[in-house]
């Protein structure tokens, strides 16, 4: 009977170890998995970033980008380890959040695409006639405002008498935030009776749900017009207009024209709440459409060690041109750098 024992004892180690051997060779019995939501604006790059956090630390990255608004709620009801936003937090948001911090993690441009049949591949567009259009006021692509600052058209290209439909995120979007606090920079009368937020209540055009929805009608809809992250402007093949910054010049989201705007930044306050729109005519490249866009983490939280290790490897190795380049997002400044990871130091257990 002794022997039997030691027998089926021997033969229960050989499989444990066997077992254990197996799930260091697959590495997936040991992947810790981290789940966030929120911005879709930072989706993209967050889908670059995910395979290669997973071979340099076997996390595996879930991540949903179900708007700016809704990553918020998410991570105050701590339903995920981490939201994302491109709006930064209120008051009341901070309040309800419960020991959130906000940590700036990325730095694009709000891109403003067009559908033009036979229109110009290069519109030049004002704050003053882009916020006329979403007020309602300029309802055609041949108004005289339009046809002022595109005085040289390429062969073959016009501005037809086509109505424009503005295109509008719907629900609470940090890319509205960006748009609209770049409306009431530019627009006296945007600021006075419509403002800045996460959803306003819009005077013209149609609604649509995501990036992915604003730049899909817009694709599908001769005469409209939408803003949206630029990556998900060249993902759908639109064009998208240059736009006149403080200086005068018709500028286009590229990664110069974004780290020029983001460099406008020379100290980052307590809270880490940042707004780069519409920088003064010091800046000649300085793109006027751009935001930081920020991860939202609890101060206390039992993944505190993998969250540190995650985002300080997107604030450094994830910067790098391979996974930003391509999608026109630029690597944050030092400035912005150094109060990112000194931010990122308060998480803990």
Request: aromatic share 8%.
């Amino acid at each position: 009977m002794r022997k039997t024992a030691l027998a089926l004892v021997a033969l229960l180690l050989t499989a444990l170890v066997a077992v254990g051997a197996a799930g260091a060779k697959t590495g997936k019995s040991q992947a810790t998995v981290i789940n966030g939501a929120g911005s879709t604006f930072v989706s993209p790059l967050v889908s670059l970033w995910t395979p290669a956090l997973g071979t340099a630390f076997d996390y595996t990255l879930q991540y949903s980008g179900v708007g700016s608004g809704a990553g918020i709620t998410a991570i105050t009801n701590r339903s995920v380890d981490f939201g994302a936003s491109d709006a930064p937090l209120t008051a009341d948001q901070f309040a309800a959040c419960n020991g959130c911090v906000q940590i700036p993690w990325a730095l694009a441009g709000t891109a403003v695409p067009y559908n033009i049949p036979g229109g110009p591949a290069r519109l030049h567009l004002t704050g003053a006639i882009i916020a006329k259009i979403y007020l309602g006021q300029i309802t055609n692509w041949n108004d005289p405002a339009i046809k002022a600052v595109n005085p040289k058209l390429a062969a073959g290209e016009t501005l037809p008498d086509l109505k424009i439909t503005p295109v509008y995120r719907t629900g609470n979007s940090g890319t509205t935030y960006n748009f609209t606090d770049y409306l009431a920079a530019v627009s006296p009368q945007w600021s006075s009776q419509i403002g800045r937020g996460q959803s306003v209540n819009w005077p013209a055009g149609v609604g649509a749900s995501g990036s992915a929805g604003v730049a899909g009608v817009v694709k599908n809809t001769p005469g409209a017009i939408c803003y949206v992250d630029t990556a998900f402007a060249l993902s759908n093949g639109l064009h998208f207009g240059a736009i006149q910054n403080a200086a005068g010049n018709f500028i286009f989201p590229s990664i110069r024209n974004v780290v020029a705007a983001g460099a406008t930044v020379k100290s980052v306050p307590a809270g880490n709440e940042l707004h780069i729109v519409n920088p003064d005519k010091t800046n000649p490249l300085a793109y006027p459409i751009s935001t930081y866009t920020y991860i939202i983490l609890p101060q206390k939280t039992q993944n505190a060690p993998a969250l540190r290790k995650m985002v300080f490897w997107a604030l450094t190795q994830g910067q790098a041109g391979k996974y930003t380049a391509k999608l026109y997002f630029a690597p944050i400044p030092k400035v912005v750098l150094v109060a990112s990871e000194k931010a990122l130091q308060g998480i803990s257990s």
